[in-house]
Each structure stands twice: as C-alpha cells, then as structure tokens.
C-alpha cells in the first residue's frame, strides 16, 4: 500500500516467457496485486507465472487490504439506484473478451493471472485487468508492460499523484526525459511525436505528449467513470482511453520517466503500421468528445465554432478547384467573385477553428496537473 491506499499493477503479457519472471520478482513490495493477463500466449508465459503463485512472491503485502469482490446488493427504500448500478458493473463482464481466472483462491493471491480465451489484443487484456481491480475496489491501478520496459523503482513516482493528490490519471513521459532523443529509435520518437500531436486535438489533453507510453496509473474513480469494456482493443489503447477519461472529466498528470531499450524486450508494435489506423480513430475520437462533452452533457460555445469552421472550410472547396482550373487554362482568368467568396470562407473557417481551440485549451486546463 501506499499513503494507506490499495496498489495494483495489470500486466498485459503476450509471449513473454523470457521476462515476466523479471517483471514480477522486481514488482517493488508496496504492490498489493499483480494481475497478468495472459492475451493466449503461444510460448510457456501462463506456466511460469503459475509457478510464481506458489512462490513468497504470491504472498500479500498489505494485510488490510480488502480482499472481497464488491457488488453486494444493498436494501432499503432509496436503494434502487444503487441496487442497478451494482447489477449494472456485475453483468457487464460479457461485454469484455472471454477470459477465465486461474486462480484457486483470487480473493487472498498477491499474483491474479486471466487468461484470456482468444487473442484479443493489448487494449482488450488491460480492460481485463482494469475491470478485476474495479470489482475489488483498488485504490489505484498501474499498468506496466510484460516485457521488462518500464523501470520498477519509478512505478512508486507514477502511483503518488493518484494516492496522494487525487489525480485520475498519471502516465509517464518518456519524451520529456533528456536522453530521449539518443535513447529512443528515431522511427519510434517520430512517430511517437506524430501520435502525440493528433492526441492532443483529439483528447482535449493539449499539454500531453509521449502518448504510447503504457506506463501509466488510473485511480478506482476514473475506473468507475468509463466503459472499460469499450477501450480500443490494440495499440490505439492509450489514445481512446486519453479521450473516455477527457470526456468523464478526469485529471491528469504526467510525470517523467526514463526511455528504457535493449533489456531484453520484443517489441511487437510497428509503428509507421499503426499511425493510420490511430489516426483514423483519434479523428472519430475527437468529434465524439466534441458531442458528448460540450453538447449531451454540458454546452459550450466551442462546438459551434469547430463545426462552423469545418462547414466553412469544406465550402471553400469548390471555389479553389474553380481557380486551380482556371489558373491552368489558357486564356482564362479567375472571377473576382470566386477569388473574393474562397478568401471570405477560408479566412473566416480558419479564425474559427482558432479559436474554437482556444477555448478547448482554455477549458480543459483545469483537468491537467
């Protein structure tokens, strides 16, 4: 525990056998629970977590920790709404990808392993994770990864802002370290960077960067406050869930960790591969949060300038295409008419989106710590 606050750490783990030993002999002791969710590992990973159950490292840290499932039926005359939220998170487990737990007795093992019963991506095996420590009620939710890439001696610096601020949401910044640029390859710091900037707009996050790092903490009211069964199933994952946490209002905070390479790890993430896909899903994303957060649940002014702006741009299409012909017609000028409504419309859509952006930055800085 940490601060008296339960710790758990979910580990997505895909063909990991030769570092998941590592991963959770050098789990730091404050760890209450080790969750590996094992994504249908082809190699012998699910074997030697198993021998870690049997093992001093399966013995709980944290003798207070609760120990019992939540979702107990409560009665009374103003119990309804609770008695259906209760209903509610027990039977959304269909909802996530098939899994089953190992466990003989989950509810006193220091280590949970969750097999799932189909590949199913990295997205989809923390979701897994998350929603083990949501139902058990843990104070705060780490993720590191199964391959030895993350430091274990910063896992306590990315825990504090949840435990101890009331943070919702810290991630680790790989970016802002300064051995970054000769430590990280250069194909993944420039696709990194281009990730992150997409991220920005598209998450009302403006100020976060290193967004692929899955180094990261989630406190148990953040958990409570999205659908972690809808979480982007694959790599894309800390992208979406940038979004769902900027739209249930979560803070955040980012605490710089170090870049770590050649421990080791297999990376299995390509990242020029990737960037479409993301892209198309941080596009989606982001008008998504723009209907949901700032018309459904609360209206803001920002929703009709980024619209206005966009309408205003895309009519300005078929003016330009009218100029570029003419510009390469012989003989044939542009109108003044079409010159004057393609400036009007341009100029008018860009000083819209400005400043719909503004106001986006202006509006979510209270949630970035």
């Not at 723009?290 to 980024?306: G, M, S, V």
């Not at 003419?326 to 003044?336: A, C």
Request: net charge positive; with cysteine.
């Amino acid at each position: 525990m940490l601060n008296n606050k339960s710790i758990a750490v979910v580990v997505p783990a895909f063909n990991e056998a030769e570092q998941i030993g590592r991963v959770i002999e050098t789990m730091p002791d404050f760890v209450d629970r080790i969750i590996v969710v094992n994504d249908c590992s082809r190699d012998e990973t699910p074997l030697i977590v198993k021998n870690y159950r049997t093992s001093t490292f399966n013995e709980f840290k944290s003798k207070s920790l609760r120990t019992v499932p939540i979702h107990k039926k409560k009665h009374g005359l103003y119990s309804a709404a609770e008695e259906i939220l209760i209903n509610k998170n027990r039977e959304e487990i269909r909802y996530f990808a098939p899994s089953a737990i190992e466990n003989t007795d989950p509810e006193n093992d220091r280590i949970i392993l969750i097999s799932l019963q189909k590949n199913s991506g990295v997205g989809a095996a923390i979701a897994r994770g998350y929603k083990w420590c949501k139902d058990h009620e843990i104070d705060c939710t780490a993720v590191m990864a199964g391959d030895g890439q993350m430091d274990p001696e910063e896992l306590e610096s990315i825990c504090n802002p949840v435990v101890k601020e009331n943070i919702d949401y810290v991630k680790g910044n790989r970016l802002k370290h300064g051995s970054a640029f000769e430590v990280i390859p250069k194909t993944r710091f420039l696709g990194n960077s281009i990730l992150s900037i997409l991220t920005k707009i598209a998450s009302g996050y403006w100020h976060v960067s290193d967004t692929q790092t899955g180094f990261t903490a989630i406190s148990l009211n953040a958990l409570n406050s999205i659908r972690l069964y809808k979480i982007y199933s694959s790599y894309g994952m800390p992208n979406d869930l940038l979004v769902k946490l900027n739209i249930a209002f979560c803070t955040l905070k980012e605490v710089t960790i170090k870049p770590v390479y050649n421990v080791g790890e297999k990376s299995k993430m390509k990242i020029f591969r990737i960037i479409l896909p993301i892209s198309f899903l941080l596009f989606k994303s982001f008008f998504k949060r723009l209907w949901i957060k700032y018309l459904i649940k609360d209206f803001h002014p920002l929703f009709l300038l980024y619209h206005l702006g966009f309408v205003l741009l895309l009519t300005s299409i078929p003016f330009l295409v009218k100029l570029l012909i003419n510009m390469f017609k012989v003989g044939v000028v542009s109108t003044e008419q079409i010159v004057i409504f393609f400036v009007f419309l341009t100029i008018t859509g860009l000083q819209s989106l400005f400043f719909a952006m503004w106001m986006d930055i202006q509006d979510n800085e209270r949630l970035e710590k």
